[in-house]
């Protein structure tokens, strides 16, 4: 999918921030680096943005910067690299998580009308499970139910998705890579998941 | 961890040691690290080489120094010639002398008196460059942003500029981008901002400006646009 970019300038004029500010912001880390994409124009080179990432973020920080510091502001921002909130409709436009997963699990997930990037994290990877056919309806359950629970305790690290099977009987763990992890002969590894790989995904079907 | 605990580093004439956290490290004389160093302050007087990132509260060093990683520090004060593979990131970065990085710069304030070579981005929110050589950056973007030629270059610098060009005082950039820009001895391709100020000596392809743009006679800009 083509994604919609904004040159440097129109991101200025239309956001009403100067060049200072975008550096300085840059410096905070309160926009990443991956954001900036520079191409080639007809007047040299130009630095362009994700459209709708960089102007929800942008709007997030003006809002937020008279309560807190940028510091502070940092600190919230970073955790969630992605803070966008997509609706039910647009994500199905846009055919990122699957009708049949939104209308079966959406509601667990839906703040105010949308979704974050954490659930749509979680959506998109049981999505993923189910196209392949490995997973069924019910563990798709389980398997939300897993991340809702425990992914936000690895703080962002590195994490790999199991996905097994013993006697028919379906579970689930999450692994801190890098790690080891043994089985018993009898059970199956249905699958196994990069989560870091699972975000790239996302997040390059977002942008 | 305890901060109180952690040991200190002292190499005096020649030493090796492995990286690791310290509370000080000072070196005098000839001295390397091979892996990453994290303490609170650190000194070096001579010649250094670190086969790693250096993190530091304090980051001071007279002589040379080369890194293969980045120096991220609260405040840098560096005299001499620094030779980074990595990037400088700082609150407080004072450079007097030669510096080469790789990667990119990022401080709130930026003082430089000498020459240097930003293969990528120099960022901060005060940059006051006083050239007494070469200047190289792909881009420059900041608040306020003033670059110099040096008031009173000695007779030697200024024979050696004659020699070889490399010790010019002259800046190189693609693009410069800020709120308030001050520029001397400048050769870019664009330059956007607010208020600019385009002094002597420089040469300019393309200036973009908010409310002010003040051009020396002895300067030449190809383009402008007022937006």
Redesign the interface.
């Known amino acids: 999918m083509e994604r919609e970019l904004i040159s440097?300038?129109d991101l200025l004029?239309l956001t009403g921030i100067?060049?200072?500010?975008?550096?300085?912001w840059?410096?905070k880390q309160l926009i990443p680096e991956e954001w900036f994409i520079r191409k080639s124009t007809f007047?040299?080179?130009e630095t362009f943005f994700p459209k709708e990432l960089i102007l929800s973020r942008i709007e997030k920080i003006i809002h937020m910067k008279d309560d807190l510091s940028l510091d502070e502001l940092a600190d919230k921002l970073s955790p969630l690299l992605y803070d966008i909130h997509l609706r039910k409709d647009e994500l199905m436009k846009r055919n990122i998580v699957s009708k049949i997963v939104l209308e079966r699990f959406g509601s667990r997930f839906v703040e105010e009308g949308a979704f974050s990037f954490g659930s749509l994290l979680f959506l998109f990877t049981a999505d993923k499970l189910l196209q392949n056919g490995e997973m069924s309806m019910e563990e798709a359950g389980m398997l939300l139910q897993t991340l809702g629970e425990h992914f936000a305790k690895l703080q962002g690290k590195p994490c790999d998705l199991f996905f097994i099977r013993k006697m028919g009987v379906a579970a689930f763990a999450l692994l801190v890579m890098p790690g080891e992890l043994y089985f018993e002969s009898g059970v199956k590894i249905v699958s196994r998941l990069s989560m870091m790989a699972c975000i790239e995904e996302l997040k390059n079907k977002l942008s | 961890m305890d901060e109180t605990k952690l040991p200190d580093l002292t190499i005096n004439g020649m030493g090796k040691a492995s990286g690791g956290n310290y509370r000080k490290v000072e070196i005098e004389g000839i001295g390397s690290a091979d892996g990453d160093v994290s303490c609170e302050t650190f000194r070096a007087n001579g010649v250094v080489t670190i086969k790693g990132n250096v993190r530091a509260g304090h980051f001071e060093m007279n002589g040379k120094m080369n890194g293969e990683g980045s120096l991220s520090a609260h405040s840098v004060v560096a005299e001499g010639h620094l030779n980074l593979r990595g990037r400088i990131h700082g609150d407080e970065v004072k450079l007097n002398g030669y510096v080469k990085l790789q990667g990119d710069c990022?401080?709130?304030r930026f003082y430089l008196n000498g020459g240097f070579t930003v293969e990528g981005l120099l960022?901060?929110?005060t940059i006051d460059i006083v050239l007494y050589g070469r200047g190289q950056a792909k881009e420059i973007?900041?608040?306020?942003i003033q670059v110099q030629k040096s008031r009173n270059p000695s007779g030697w610098s200024r024979m050696f500029a004659w020699i070889i060009s490399a010790f010019e005082p002259h800046l190189f950039a693609?693009?410069i981008?800020?709120?308030?820009i001050r520029l001397e001895e400048t050769t870019a391709?664009?330059v956007?901002?607010?208020r600019v100020y385009i002094g002597p000596g420089c040469k300019i392809?393309?200036v973009?400006y908010v409310s002010e743009l003040v051009v020396h006679p002895d300067a030449s800009v190809t383009e402008q646009f007022r937006?």
């Open positions: 440097k300038k004029e100067s060049y200072g500010q975008l550096y300085r840059k410096r007047t040299g080179q | 990022e401080a709130e960022n901060g929110g973007g900041g608040e306020f693609g693009t981008e800020g709120d308030d391709d664009t956007r901002g607010n392809a393309r973009e937006s």
